[in-house]
Nanobody
């Protein structure tokens, strides 16, 4: 069972930045891709950013130009740099992985991001 641990959340003001980090118990280069998801109050969990084993990245439209996903295989981490945070970014953020076409059903505890206006 792969364990994922997210960290780096907190309370910031609109326009500020946060950097989230996800550490996996298994070498991340064994995964086809890793991603960051978020779940806002009263909403379903949504995918935010993905990075593949080959380093290809993709983002949901609302975070393009503000969020950057990256990975460090030496540290076994996947980070999400979030700049120019807005109220709509308030959520619990989770990381996940996929080895094939489907994302794992094993989730960490997440890290909470709160943006005050």
């Amino acid at each position: 069972q792969v364990r994922l641990m997210e960290s780096g959340g907190g309370l910031v003001q609109t326009g500020e930045s946060l950097r989230l980090s996800c550490t996996a118990s298994t070498p991340i280069d064994t995964f086809a891709a890793m991603g960051w998801f978020r779940q806002a109050p009263g909403k379903q969990r949504e995918i935010v950013a993905v990075i593949t084993r080959g380093g290809f990245t993709s983002y949901v439209d609302v975070v393009k130009g503000r969020f950057t996903i990256s990975r460090d295989t030496a540290k076994n981490t996947v980070d999400l740099q979030m700049d120019n945070l807005a109220a709509g970014d308030k959520a619990i953020y989770y990381c996940n992985y996929r080895t094939g076409a489907e994302w794992s059903d094993s989730w960490g505890q997440g890290t909470r991001v709160t943006v005050s206006t």
